[in-house]
Nanobody, 127 residues
Framework: QVTLVESGGGLVHPGGSLTLSCAAF????????MGWFRQAPGKEREFVAV????????DYTDSVRGRFTISRDNAKNAMSLQMNSLKPEDTAVYFC????????????????????WGQGTQVTVSS
């Protein structure tokens, strides 16, 4: 059984920073595209960031580009999302997800592209 576990969420003031982590248990994820999504109350799950299997390709939704950085450490079977200059509109439950073994250049923003999800970690940005 493969599981993804997110951690690092919490309450932070606007302008602050958080680093989210995603750990995989039960299987190596080194050969797969990985992504971060988020879901705010009453809204659909939305794409945040994606990274390919070796970390050489990454992309972000426009609203976080320049503020968030996705990275991965295949030796530790883990992935991170460094979030800086946080805004109240970043408040959501953040999920990590496992994608395909190739880089889905035309569909990485779609939740349906990913076949394994963590349980999520809450990020609240508020003064």
């Amino acid at each position: 059984q493969v599981t993804l576990v997110e951690s690092g969420g919490g309450l932070v003031h606007p302008g602050g920073s958080l680093t989210l982590s995603c750990a995989a248990f039960g299987r190596t994820l080194s050969g797969y595209t990985m992504g971060w999504f988020r879901q705010a109350p009453g809204k659909e799950r939305e794409f945040v960031a994606v990274i390919n299997w070796n970390g050489e390709l990454a992309d972000y939704t426009d609203s976080v580009r320049g503020r968030f950085t996705i990275s991965r450490d295949n030796a530790k079977n883990a992935m991170s999302l460094q979030m800086n200059s946080l805004k109240p509109e970043d408040t959501a439950v953040y999920f990590c997800a496992k994608g395909p073994s190739y880089y889905p250049v035309n569909s990485y923003y779609r939740p349906g592209t990913y076949d394994l999800w963590g349980q999520g970690t809450q990020v609240t940005v508020s003064s």
